[in-house]
């Protein structure tokens, strides 16, 4: 069923939405959240799984510490109180992918509560509030095999990978963003680039959304104004890039109301985001949800991190993201204009990495938010998970500055680089793509100009010295591109001057 | 009988040690006496003799080489079949997990092996350790050597009748309720729940987790300590483990003075419901520990009225949660797979065909009680009243060293009596219950056979957590005055079992 939906401006102008947002990270440990596992991404189905992680009967949970210097370190820098004592439950639900069909998790007493984090909404400041962080252990995955979505509707038989079973994660829960008005798609996408800026300047997570390192369920509600009491909700899941944060809001605004224009309510029910069509769909109904038993988990302890070991971490927080924007601007002599599009274009830590790679800052810019994000632009693809690392960038720029290359040359080698053929050194030798000065290979194309071109040369004869540039395009053409145009003028003009 | 199966476990180590016996010619006696006797009793469900037998001449090759070995090397034991172990199936005593092999060794079996203990095979258990009579064994129930017309008591029946028949020197059990000391008391054997952490429960498979507890059972005090001093200390597999030396349980029992000792008779556990019989051979010892110079005062636990109906909520409620992965999905039991049904359908129905009443019992009534709604009248009351259990403890412990109540409030009755009356059939752990919420050290010690019935009655001591050696010492004292008295072991008197010759 696809709903109606209402003109975006439209249902602004009608309603109030009120957003809260959960996002999921995954953390970097190298072992899972109870047993020595690894939690590498991408190896083969069920390589990394042991008593533990498949919940076979017997088997015992040991909470791993780093996992919660990571927890208390992301509720530090998301300015929670962190809890001096707290303990993990059981989420009692059978599904296949759950070994235990429990989840461990936390319930009411989460690690981290209490906080709240100011984003930049296109240059302006917004204040969100953090209801919670905690921690708990990711599920396996499920593949539908048979059927022709890959969804469980239709298909044959499932496929069970107990990888990721057992990962750890810590869900932010926000308290109900309001206040955002017409903004809040932007304002969304905005708080979760910055929790992936901030989490990866924490160094606790790979933040990778495609991966699934990073994930947002997404609920939103209507209200005629902002002093009607909330509305009915609906939460999208599976909202996996910053661009789909943004549209699937946006979706779900104008769906929203389009109902309630009708006098239809909205269902509170749980909505699967369709990135090809760029719309919702009905998942399960909270009403008939199960009822999870929640109840501590008795096979651990009580987690009671001293206050010392708080402050020890407290100690190792990386600078806040807004006051770090600063100081970059200032070190980097970036306008207000040009940092805001750094940002917004996600290339802030990758410009900061190409700097640290010896690259101008200007020149780094000018690549990523550039050529770079026209690239990521082109292909869907998020800004940081081109293959392409600061470093090459820098390699690059190196190569530009050499004199090797020029910018147009600059763009092939990218092209290469983007396709897998090697550093940017390699492609312009591979491609062979580097600049020619050799005067005698440019004197020869310089002769030949001048003869297949006899106006022009006269022209220049007769001092029209600006006519130069229609010889150098000839030389060029015949050079594919490749000839040092500086070189080419001086020798054209020592031939015609 | 041959004439190593009345041995204590203490003495047959010695021997193999000092090279005046083998290892092999020890499990081989026992595998023989399994084989003639636990058709009768089955205690057994699953006995690997090839495997026993070369752990045995592992031991011996060991020995003979000069190896230093553990003081309970080479004496054979056999292992509750709730406790995994690598290349012997675990079933639980439940259908849904026939076929099971586990891939890997429980931490106590892990000790176990390494201690160079041979593992004869698994014993039986009321399914997933419910029941305290091990009829609820999905492959038949456990016989009491005493009268096998009698319940051996429960779960851990079979590990009590294997040591009661003499089919094994040592045992292993796992005490939630009252599950290695009732079958203890009934079958006229030493079994011990240790402190809660001071034994790993890793590979145990869970019943209720905050109330299991594996622990040694065995024919003599000494034989339990020398096997609990195994079994147990810190396990990092374990959360909820203690990081703390084993107290010296050996030394306590070899010591067995209980001169000074603050003995506290709990009030509420006897008197009026209590057997007779049962009442008045706890009355004798109480009186005999005072004779050896024990102090015994009465102490009063008000809490302990309301134990029953608090465990009766919290061992269903965590139980209903660690059976939730009984699903058909990894391991065990899969019915009605037949290409047609979704992965939930296939859960129901293997759960329908492969769990027994008192498991679907206990499963809905622990689902009913964490519902929402319902938890806090149901699991966060029984937790309230788990809290003022632990409170009449501490209370108790301020003025005395160890409490004491018979273990169980009758001897062992008929199979099949209770099977329909589960509430009767909860009553057996009774006096066991409290401790298991309070997580401290108990053991039931034999003291004589109930004038009316000629059946065994066991003592129930109970000690502040971590102080489990007084339990050694209160066990070694008794058991050092009452052989003198019989002129001999209790288990002396077990009717000679008819043996089938192989």
């Known amino acids: 069923m696809s709903a109606a939906v209402m003109d975006y401006d439209e249902a602004l102008a009608a309603f109030d939405p009120v957003m809260g947002l959960e996002v999921h990270v995954e953390l970097s440990t190298a072992s899972k959240m109870f047993c020595g596992c690894s939690t590498a991404f991408g190896a083969p189905p069920n390589t990394q799984t042991c008593p533990v992680c498949l919940g076979l009967p017997g088997a015992l949970p040991v909470v791993n510490r780093t996992a919660v210097e990571s927890a208390i370190r992301i509720g530090l820098a998301l300015n929670c109180s962190i809890a001096e004592w707290c303990r993990f439950a059981r989420k009692n639900y059978f599904y296949p992918d759950m070994p235990k069909n429990y989840q461990i998790s936390q319930y009411d007493e989460p690690i981290a509560f209490d906080g709240w984090v100011e984003v930049d909404v296109d240059g302006e400041p917004f204040r969100i509030e953090i209801e919670r962080a905690h921690m708990e252990e990711d599920t396996g995955k499920s593949l539908h095999v048979g059927g022709s979505t890959g969804r469980i509707h239709g298909a044959s038989h499932s496929l069970l990978d107990y990888n990721r079973s057992g990962v750890p994660l810590i869900e932010i829960v926000t308290k109900p963003i309001t206040g955002a008005g017409a903004r809040a798609p932007e304002v969304a996408r905005a708080y979760v680039a910055h929790l992936r800026d901030l989490l990866r300047a924490l160094g606790v997570s790979d933040v990778r959304m495609e991966q699934g390192s990073l994930r947002c369920d997404a609920n939103v509600s209507l209200r005629p104004d902002p002093a009607a009491p909330l509305g009915t909700r609906t939460e999208t899941k599976n909202v996996n890039s910053l661009r789909s944060v943004e549209r699937a809001l946006r979706y779900e605004i104008t769906r929203q109301a389009a109902l309630l224009r009708e006098g239809t309510p909205v269902t509170q029910e749980t909505r699967h985001w369709h990135e090809d069509t760029g719309t919702t769909t009905a998942g399960r109904s909270k009403e008939t949800a199960e009822d999870y038993r929640y109840f501590p988990e008795p096979d651990l302890v009580p987690v009671a991190p001293s206050r010392e070991w708080v402050e020890e971490l407290r100690a190792t927080l990386p600078e806040q993201p807004h006051l770090r924007r600063k100081r970059l601007l200032a070190e980097w002599g970036y306008t207000e204009l040009e940092m805001r599009d750094v940002v917004s274009s996600g290339a802030l830590e990758l410009i900061e990495q190409t700097v640290a790679a010896g690259c101008a800052p200007q020149a780094a810019r000018k690549w990523w938010v550039g050529e770079l994000a026209r690239r990521a632009n082109e292909t869907g693809s998020e800004l940081d998970a081109l293959p392409i690392s600061p470093a090459q960038v820098a390699q690059l720029q190196q190569l530009v500055e050499a004199g090797t290359i020029n910018d147009k040359l600059a763009r092939q080698v990218i092209e290469g680089v983007l396709a897998g053929e090697g550093e940017p050194a390699e492609v312009v030798e591979s491609r062979g793509l580097a600049v020619v000065s050799d005067d005698d290979a440019l004197g020869a194309a310089v002769d030949a100009a001048i003869a297949a071109n006899p106006d022009v040369a006269e022209k220049i004869r007769g001092g029209k010295v600006q006519a130069a540039g229609a010889l150098i395009g000839a030389v060029m053409k015949q050079m594919r591109g490749q000839a040092d145009a500086a070189r080419v003028r001086e020798l054209i003009l020592a031939r015609l001057g | ?502």
Not at chain 2, 432 to 445: K, R, V, Y
């Open chain 2, 1 to 502: 009988m041959n004439e190593h199966l009345r041995r204590s476990a203490a003495d047959l180590a010695a021997d193999i040690a000092a090279r005046r016996i083998s290892s092999e010619e020890v499990t081989r006696a026992h595998l023989e006496r399994i084989e003639a006797v636990d058709e009768e009793v089955h205690a057994f469900l699953h006995v690997d003799g090839e495997r026993a037998l070369a752990a045995a001449r592992d031991v011996d090759a060991r020995v003979a080489a000069g190896e230093p070995v553990g003081p309970l090397a080479g004496v054979p034991l056999g292992l509750k079949d709730v406790l995994t172990m690598r290349g012997a199936p675990t079933t639980c005593g439940s259908k849904i997990l026939q076929g099971w092999h586990p891939p890997y060794d429980a931490t106590v079996t892990r000790r176990l092996l390494e201690a160079g203990l041979v593992v004869l095979g698994k014993t039986n258990m009321d399914e997933f350790a419910m029941g305290s009579s091990t009829e609820n064994s999905a492959y038949g129930p456990t016989r009491n050597p005493w009268d096998t017309s009698r319940i051996p008591g429960g779960s851990g029946g079979g590990s009590a009748a294997a040591l009661a028949a003499f089919e094994a020197p040592l045992t292993i059990g796992t005490d939630t309720g009252g599950s290695i000391r009732q079958p203890a008391a009934v079958t006229g054997t030493v079994g011990v729940k240790p402190t809660y952490g001071g034994t790993s429960r890793y590979g145990l498979v869970a019943l209720a987790s905050s109330l299991d507890q594996p622990g040694p059972c065995a024919r003599t005090v000494l034989d339990a300590a020398l096997l609990h001093e195994v079994i147990g200390g810190h396990d990092p597999l374990d959360s909820t483990s203690i990081d703390a030396p084993v107290p010296d349980v050996v030394g306590a029992a070899r010591s067995g003075d209980v001169t000074g000792l603050k003995v506290g008779v709990v009030r509420e556990l006897g008197g009026a419901g209590y057997q007779p019989g049962v009442q008045q051979r706890f009355d004798e010892a109480v009186a005999l520990l005072s004779s050896l110079g024990a102090e015994v005062v009465e102490v009063s636990c008000p809490s302990f009225e309301q134990a029953l109906a608090a465990y009766y909520l919290i061992l269903p409620s965590e139980c209903s949660s660690n059976l939730a992965k009984f699903d058909a999905m990894r391991f065990g039991l899969r019915v009605g797979d037949d290409g047609s049904r979704s992965a939930e359908e296939v859960m129901n129905l293997t759960r329908e065909a492969g769990f027994g009443d008192e498991v679907k019992r206990r499963i809905i009534i622990g689902t009913y009680a964490l519902s929402s709604g319902y938890y806090d009248a149901y699991y966060g009351s029984a937790q309230k009243v788990r809290t003022l259990i632990v409170r009449d403890f501490a209370a108790a412990f301020e003025t005395v060293d160890v409490l004491v109540s018979p273990t169980t409030p009758t001897t062992a009755w008929p199979l099949g009596e209770r099977v329909d009356d589960p509430l009767a059939m909860y009553a057996a752990d009774l006096c066991t219950i409290p401790s298991n919420l309070a997580g401290n050290a108990s053991a039931s010690f034999p003291v004589g056979l109930a004038p009316e019935d000629g059946l065994p009655v066991g003592l129930q001591v109970i000690a502040p957590p971590m102080a489990d050696d007084r339990l050694y010492r209160v066990g070694a004292a008794l058991e050092r005055a009452l052989t003198e008295q019989w002129g001999g072991s209790l288990l002396d008197r077990v009717p000679e079992r008819a043996e089938v010759s192989a």
